[in-house]
């Protein structure tokens, strides 16, 4: 057999050299030796083309029974291969927040917001198994008991479902002359926009534009406010979610998006007016075409709620004001690929306060991004 710490250093040399297959065929044998996360990363890699065969190695692993493993199995169903919510996915869910395992806990409580004691039944489980995790989503805001709870798979997943039908129920609302801008009013629970806040603010660094010339990354007095690129190898199953209804709000393929950016502004940022479509000469650009070409939509999802600080239409006198849990969409482009005037939009400045957001760019065709989150 093969020593494991010689097949990690191989597939190092592999991503290092380019020779990608390779460096994941290497991950494979060193995740059927035991190692969890050389298997989640072979797992996933396969899972964008193929999800059933990704969770059979992964059921083939001697340690597939693994909470971590069983748990990213129920993700590669939800996401790659079933695209909702199954009841057997749920109850594996269940099952493992029952012992402890605090990532099934929060999928948990994201889904059953709708239901109050419920949620503080769940609450209190995550405050019993994982007090840390418990502290940073949610303190000072509740001082909850400490309570390891018997969980009702049945009663769980009656919540779940009716939360999955009001989330494909929902109905977007056209706030102008131009009939794709659109928003959804409490699209996101106060959970779910404080969860992604305390989950990746750590991340925060200044904000970048691309250069009109080469298409590089830059900072510039245009957009003052801090970012955090929430990239394919930090995104979790929440993150993922907000995708799906970020896709459904937009009309777009969920596959076409760019990574979420979760977004700060204080102390006077802003972000200037500007289009997000790229000009002509940034698409003549390899990397922007190979990256997924035009940006066709933009999806913002607001997180806390303020008075200032409004996304502004200059063109047609329009402002939407951040709302918790509100989500704004317009496309950026017409039907010919053509940019839309009325698309040119600003964030105003933030004079007192924060305001956190997240945004979402769509793109023509798939992005590297949505085809490893989302399957190909």
Same mark, same amino acid.
């Given at each position: 057999?093969?020593? &494991?710490?010689?097949?990690?250093?191989?597939?190092?040399?592999?991503f290092?050299?380019?020779?990608?297959?390779?460096a @994941?065929?290497?991950?494979? !044998?060193?995740g059927?030796?035991?190692?969890?996360?050389?298997?989640?990363d072979?797992?996933?890699?396969t899972?964008k083309?193929n999800?059933?065969?990704a969770?059979?190695?992964?059921n083939?692993?001697s340690?597939?029974?693994?909470? /971590?493993?069983v748990?990213?199995?129920? &993700?590669?169903?939800r996401?790659?291969? #079933?695209?909702a919510?199954?009841?057997?996915?749920i109850?594996?869910l269940v099952?493992?927040a029952?012992?402890?395992h605090?990532?099934?806990?929060?999928?948990?409580?994201?889904?059953?917001?709708d239901?109050?004691?419920? %949620?503080?039944?769940?609450?209190s489980?995550?405050?019993?198994?994982?007090?840390?995790?418990h502290?940073? *989503? %949610?303190q000072?805001? /509740?001082?909850?008991?400490?309570?390891?709870?018997?969980?009702?798979?049945?009663l769980i997943? =009656?919540?779940?479902q009716?939360?999955e039908?009001?989330?494909l129920?929902?109905v977007?609302?056209?706030?102008? !002359?131009?009939? !794709?801008i659109k928003? &959804? $009013?409490?699209?996101?629970?106060p959970?779910?926009?404080n969860?992604?806040?305390?989950? @990746?603010?750590?991340?925060? $660094?200044?904000? &970048?534009?691309?250069?009109?010339?080469?298409?590089?990354?830059m900072?510039?007095?245009?957009?003052?406010?801090?970012?955090?690129?929430i +990239?394919?190898?930090?995104?979790d199953?929440?993150?993922?979610?907000?995708? *799906? =209804?970020?896709?459904?709000?937009s009309? +777009?393929k969920?596959?076409?998006?760019e990574? *979420?950016?979760?977004?700060?502004?204080?102390?006077?940022?802003? @972000?200037?007016?500007?289009f997000?479509? %790229? +000009? #002509?000469?940034?698409?003549?650009?390899k990397?922007?075409q190979?990256?997924?070409?035009?940006?066709t939509h933009?999806?913002?999802?607001? *997180?806390n /709620?303020l008075?200032?600080?409004s996304? +502004?239409?200059?063109?047609?006198?329009?402002?939407?004001?951040?709302?918790?849990?509100?989500?704004?969409?317009?496309?950026?482009?017409?039907?010919?690929n053509?940019l839309?005037?009325?698309s @040119?939009h600003?964030?105003n400045?933030?004079?007192?306060?924060k305001?956190?957001?997240? /945004?979402?760019?769509v793109r023509s065709?798939?992005t $590297?991004?949505g085809?490893?989150?989302?399957?190909?």
């Open positions: 057999m093969v020593n &494991l710490q010689h097949l990690l250093t191989q597939a190092d040399a592999c290092q050299s380019g020779r990608t297959d390779e @994941y065929s290497f991950l494979k !044998d060193a059927q030796q035991g190692h969890i996360y050389a298997a989640l072979f797992a996933y890699f899972a083309d999800s059933d065969s969770i059979s190695y992964l083939s692993l340690n597939s029974d693994n909470s /971590t493993v748990y990213h199995k129920c &993700l590669i169903h996401f790659y291969r #079933e695209r919510m199954s009841q057997t996915t109850q594996q099952m493992l029952q012992k402890g605090a990532e099934s806990s929060i999928v948990l409580l994201s889904w059953c917001v239901d109050a004691s419920l %949620f503080s039944l769940l609450q489980h995550l405050a019993f198994y994982s007090p840390n995790i502290k940073q *989503l %949610f000072p805001l /509740t001082d909850t008991e400490a309570k390891d709870y018997v969980l009702d798979i049945e997943t =009656k919540v779940i009716r939360r039908q009001k989330v129920a929902g977007s609302k056209s706030i102008s !002359d131009d009939k !794709d928003v &959804l $009013e409490d699209a996101l629970s959970f779910e926009c969860y992604m806040i305390a989950r @990746y603010h750590s991340l925060l $660094e200044p904000s &970048l534009v691309l250069n009109p010339i080469d298409g590089r990354p900072q510039d007095t245009v957009r003052t406010s801090e970012v955090a690129v +990239s394919s190898n930090v995104v199953w929440i993150c993922r979610d907000i995708d *799906l =209804k970020m896709s459904l709000l009309g +777009s969920v596959n076409h998006g990574p *979420l950016n979760l977004l700060c502004y204080q102390n006077g940022q802003q @972000y200037k007016p500007h997000d479509a %790229f +000009s #002509e000469e940034q698409l003549k650009q990397s922007i190979e990256e997924g070409g035009q940006r933009t999806i913002i999802a607001y *997180l /709620t008075h200032e600080g996304t +502004s239409f200059p063109k047609l006198k329009l402002e939407v004001v951040p709302e918790q849990g509100k989500l704004l969409t317009f496309t950026n482009v017409d039907n010919n053509k839309k005037q009325t @040119y600003c964030g400045p933030v004079v007192s306060g305001k956190w957001i997240l /945004t979402k760019w065709n798939q $590297e991004y085809t490893l989150v989302h399957g190909g």
